[in-house]
C-alpha cells in the first residue's frame, strides 16, 4: 500500500484537486498562509482571486489575521539584501528584491480588505449578490439569523395535515410517534438543518397478502391455540404465559382487521413465537399442541411487520422534511428574505442547474473570479457544500490552471453535530487522487 505524501509547502500543487489531511495542532492555518503566499508570488494572482473558505466566523477572522502577519513579515523580509528568516528565505528568497514580486506583495497589503477569505455563508452570499442572473437570487433579500420560528410554524402546518383524515387505526399509531407537532419537529431537525439531496424513499414491503394468510390460519386455529394458552398445564410458573395475559392478547389479534395490515400490533405478540412458547415450558411437559402453523408463521411475520414500520416511518420524516422546507421557501421567497442555510442550498442548486443544462456559465464566471480556492475545515462539509466546490473545480479538468485544495482533518469528520457527513468526506477523498 503506497504511503501518502507529507505537504511540501514548496512544491504543493496550486493547480488540480488535492487534499491535505491534518490532525489539531499540527499546522493547518501554517499552511494555508503560506500556500496563499505563493499564489500570490507564483500565479500572480490577487488577493480577490483566492478563495479561502472555513466555516465560522471567528475562524474566518483568524485566518486572516494570520495571513495578513505572514504576508507583512515576508514583505519585510524580502525587501532587505539579506536573509532574517531561513524558512521563509528557503520557500521564497528567489524573489528576494524583486520590484515586481516586492510591488505584489505591497498591493496585497493594501487590498487586503477586500481578500476573498470567507465562512461557507460569506461565501455563498458573496457568490449570489455577484451573479444575481445566473442564481436567479433577488437583489434585495432580508437574511434571518434565526428561523426557529418560521420553522415551527411549517412543521406544525405539516402535522395537522398529516393527521387529518387517517383512519381511526393510522391515526393511533401516527399519534404514537407524534402526538404533538413539537414531537414531530424534534425528529425533523437534522433533516431540516442539514438537508442531504442524495437521500432516497425506502421500498415499503407489501404484507397484505402475508396478514391476510396469517389472520386466516389464526381464525382456523383459533380453539386449539385458546386450549393451550389457557388450560395447558406445560407452562412453567414463573414464565410470561400467564391466563390473563394470553387471554388479553387472544382478544386484541381477533380484533385485527384481517384487510389491513395493522399499523401496530398487539404489545405481547411475541408470545406467538414458537420458540418463546416451547421455552417457557417445562422440559418433560413439552405440549404437542405447541407445534401448529401459526406459531411458526408469527416470528418471520413479526419481524417483516418491524421493517415496515421502520421503512414507513423513514419515507414520512423525508417526506415532511421536503415539504416544510419547500412551505418554509415559499413564505420565505414571499417575504424577500432567506436564511444562512438557504445560502448554501441556493448557490448549490443554481450550479447544478447550470452545469446539468450544459451551460456552465455560471462556473465559468467563478472560476474567473476565483481560479485558486482553499477549503478549510473541510471535515464539516455537508452534502450542498461539497456540490459547491466539486461543482466548480472538481468537474473543471480542462481548467488546468484553476485549482482546490481541501483541508481536514478526518477523525473529526464523525462529528455530525458540529456538521460534519463523514459520507461526503470519504466521497471527496475517493473522488480526489492526490492526498498529501
Known amino acids: 500500500m503506497t504511503e501518502t505524501p507529507d505537504v511540501d509547502l514548496a512544491t504543493h500543487p496550486l493547480s488540480g484537486v488535492s487534499m491535505i489531511e491534518a490532525s489539531a495542532g499540527t499546522g493547518k492555518t501554517f499552511t494555508i498562509a503560506h500556500l496563499y503566499l505563493r499564489a500570490l508570488l507564483e500565479k500572480g494572482y490577487s488577493v480577490q482571486q483566492i478563495l479561502v473558505v472555513t466555516f465560522t466566523r471567528a475562524a474566518t477572522q ?30 521564497f528568497g528567489q524573489y528576494r528584491q524583486n520590484p515586481d514580486k516586492l510591488k505584489s506583495l ?20 458573496r457568490a449570489l449578490q455577484s451573479y444575481p442572473l445566473e442564481t436567479g437570487s433577488q437583489l ?8 426557529k420560528e418560521l420553522i415551527q410554524k411549517a412543521v406544525q402546518d405539516y402535522w395537522r395535515k398529516l393527521v387529518y383524515g387517517q383512519s381511526a387505526q393510522d ?8 402526538n404533538t407537532p413539537d414531537a414531530l419537529y424534534q425528529d425533523l431537525k437534522t433533516l431540516l438543518e442539514k438537508p442531504d439531496p442524495t437521500l432516497e424513499k425506502t421500498n415499503v414491503p407489501e404484507l397484505e397478502s402475508s396478514w391476510q394468510s396469517l389472520l386466516e390460519i389464526w381464525r382456523e386455529q383459533r380453539p386449539v391455540i385458546e386450549a393451550l394458552f389457557l388450560h395447558s398445564e406445560a407452562f412453567r410458573q414463573n414464565s410470561k404465559y400467564k391466563p390473563y395475559t394470553l387471554q388479553a392478547l387472544l382478544q386484541q389479534v381477533d380484533d385485527l382487521d384481517a384487510n389491513h395490515v395493522p399499523g401496530e400490533l398487539p404489545d405481547n405478540a411475541d408470545l406467538l413465537d414458537y420458540e418463546k412458547i416451547c421455552k417457557s415450558m417445562y422440559k418433560n411437559k413439552q405440549d404437542e399442541r405447541a407445534e401448529i402453523s401459526s406459531f411458526r408463521l408469527w416470528p418471520a411475520f413479526l419481524e417483516q411487520h418491524r421493517s415496515r414500520l421502520k421503512a414507513i416511518r423513514r419515507n414520512l420524516l423525508l417526506d ?11 413564505s420565505k421567497q414571499a417575504a424577500q428574505s432567506l436564511s444562512f442555510n438557504d445560502l448554501i442550498i441556493q448557490l448549490s442548486d443554481a450550479l447544478q442547474r447550470d452545469s446539468s443544462a450544459g451551460r456552465n456559465k455560471l ?11 482553499m477549503v478549510d475545515e473541510f471535515q464539516d462539509t455537508d452534502e450542498y457544500q461539497y456540490r459547491i466546490f466539486n461543482t466548480i473545480y472538481g468537474q473543471a479538468m480542462k481548467h488546468r490552471d484553476t485549482g482546490l485544495i481541501l483541508i481536514g482533518d478526518p477523525k473529526q469528520a464523525i462529528y455530525r453535530f458540529r456538521g460534519a457527513d463523514v459520507f461526503t468526506y470519504q466521497r471527496a477523498r475517493s473522488n480526489t487522487p492526490r492526498q498529501f
Open 62 to 91: 483568524e485566518l486572516k489575521g494570520r495571513i495578513r502577519e505572514l504576508l507583512n513579515q515576508l514583505l519585510q523580509e524580502l525587501q532587505q539584501s539579506t536573509s532574517s528568516n531561513s524558512f521563509l528565505d528557503a520557500l
Open 106 to 125: 505591497q498591493r496585497a497589503l493594501v487590498n487586503f480588505d477586500e481578500a476573498a477569505i470567507f465562512s461557507i455563508h460569506g461565501f455563498c452570499q
Open 140 to 147: 434585495q433579500q432580508e437574511l434571518i439569523a434565526d428561523e
Open 171 to 178: 391515526l393511533d399509531w401516527l399519534l404514537k410517534q407524534w
Open 320 to 330: 415532511a422534511s421536503r415539504q416544510v422546507q419547500l412551505n418554509l421557501w415559499q
Open 363 to 373: 462556473q465559468e464566471k467563478m472560476l474567473a473570479s476565483w481560479p485558486l480556492a
